[in-house]
Nanobody, 122 residues
Framework: VQLQAFGGGLVQAGGSLRLSCAAS????????MGWFRQAPGKEREFVAA????????WYADSVKGRVTISRDNPKNTVYLQMNSLKPEDTAVYYC????????????????WGQGTQVTVSS
């Protein structure tokens, strides 16, 4: 599976962005998909994940209520809608695919996109 994330950019605090992650391969619908982020000097952290059948979603406490993950399996795409953005959301955002079930541990994900920069100005 090859992943390509896009949709990042510069936004003011309180604004919104929608990230997209396009996947290649016919097995996309069988993967748990996740979004992670990494700010300069910090470790990569979990943001959100969605099960292969779209039944379950999981969110980090830091984004819960402001972020929605979704996926369109026929389009091989996963989305991250981010609202009420804060300067502390500034990071490179990565999408990832896991053959296994849900995990907030980046080591559990098998495939990674190249990342897209999100910058939130105060």
């Amino acid at each position: 599976v090859q992943l390509q994330a896009f949709g990042g950019g510069l936004v003011q605090a309180g604004g919104s962005l929608r990230l997209s992650c396009a996947a290649s391969g016919r097995t996309f619908s069988s993967y748990t998909m996740g979004w992670f982020r990494q700010a300069p000097g910090k470790e990569r952290e979990f943001v959100a994940a969605i099960s292969w059948n779209i039944i379950s979603t999981w969110y980090a406490d830091s984004v819960k209520g402001r972020v929605t993950i979704s996926r369109d399996n026929p389009k091989n795409t996963v989305y991250l809608q981010m609202n009420s953005l804060k300067p502390e959301d500034t990071a490179v955002y990565y999408c990832a695919a896991a053959r296994g079930g849900y995990s907030a541990d980046h080591a559990s994900y098998d495939y990674w996109g190249q990342g897209t920069q999100v910058t939130v100005s105060s």
